[in-house]
């Protein structure tokens, strides 16, 4: 039997940009991202979370349904998932180097790449954890990365959390080469993809990574990095603002564009200072949230 199955959402070819961020959104099954396939949208579960995976969805879908999305719950389904290995060779027909901002560059396995002087480069597979640079949501907290490096800004300690592949943990200590991270995500797929991927890019011991409770952890980090979907990121507001350092910078992303106004005011309510509020240039429908405190 295969380890993983697909959960595959149909959908009328006009919305399937709106139902790719509402099944990334408001499934949590779903957060470690979606692929669209024609008019299908497709996110991967483990075999045993199949059945809950596939109730939660057609309850959304009817939901979404009954807004006028053109969708049908009916049609929800789960499917075979290809073996990995398979699977990540048909990655490699359109997962190339990619340029994500001025300086950090992504280059899977199967790529050689010269890096420029000053671009750092971070060397990473797709893998069943969320995070490569494609989403518009990881871009966006590397963009915000880039603006604090060029501003000046020195950093030592980071907080990532909900790392997903690692794929920000690596940048920043990369980045800042005397600083090192705290990575913590309740997947344990994630912790095992942030330390493989950390060890491939020969900073394994500058991150940390664990499935730690924010309500666990005493420190207060200079940089706090949150993608997550928009109620999980509500959710914990008291312990992210709480584990971000006086003088210290929250970003926040995975939040859908008109989440972001919203959250930042609450976020700022409770005693940050909105520094930045933006959407992707690449996929508006995403934006961030910089905040200081």
């Not at 199955?5 to 006009?14: N, S, Y």
């Not at 009817?62 to 499917?79: E, I, N, T, Y």
Request: include cysteine.
């Amino acid at each position: 039997m295969a380890d993983w199955l697909e959960l595959i959402v149909q959908v009328g070819a006009a919305d399937v940009d709106d139902v790719a961020a509402l099944i990334a959104s408001e499934i949590p099954s779903a957060a470690a991202g979606t692929e669209q396939r024609g008019d299908e949208v497709v996110f991967w579960v483990p075999v045993d979370d199949g059945p809950a995976a596939l109730a939660e969805t057609r309850d959304a879908v009817m939901r979404w349904q009954a807004g006028g999305v053109a969708v049908d719950p009916a049609k929800v389904r789960l499917a075979t998932a290809m073996p990995e290995a398979e699977w990540r060779d048909a990655w490699k027909r359109y997962f190339k180097v990619s340029k994500l901002t001025r300086q950090f560059v992504v280059v899977p396995s199967w790529e050689t790449y010269a890096p420029l002087p000053g671009e750092v480069v971070i060397d990473l597979d797709p893998g069943m954890a969320f995070g490569t640079g494609t989403h518009a949501s990881t871009r966006l907290v590397l963009e915000e990365l880039q603006a604090l490096a060029d501003g000046g800004v020195g950093l030592t300690r980071i907080l990532d959390v909900g790392c997903g592949s690692g794929i920000l943990s690596i940048a920043a200590v990369k980045r800042w080469p005397g600083s090192t991270c705290a990575a913590v995500d309740n997947d344990p797929i994630a912790i095992a993809a942030t330390m493989d991927n950390a060890a491939v890019n020969r900073v394994a011991d500058r991150i940390h990574a664990s499935t730690a409770t924010l309500d666990t952890l005493a420190e207060e980090f200079p940089l706090v990095l949150a993608n997550i979907q928009a109620h999980v990121l509500r959710e914990l507001r008291a312990l992210l603002l709480a584990r971000t350092a006086p003088g210290g910078t929250l970003i926040l992303s995975g939040l859908l564009t008109p989440q972001a106004e919203p959250l930042a005011q609450e976020f700022a309510a409770a005693g940050l200072r909105i520094v930045r509020i933006r959407a992707s240039t690449d996929d508006p429908q995403w934006s961030a949230v910089t905040l200081a405190r």
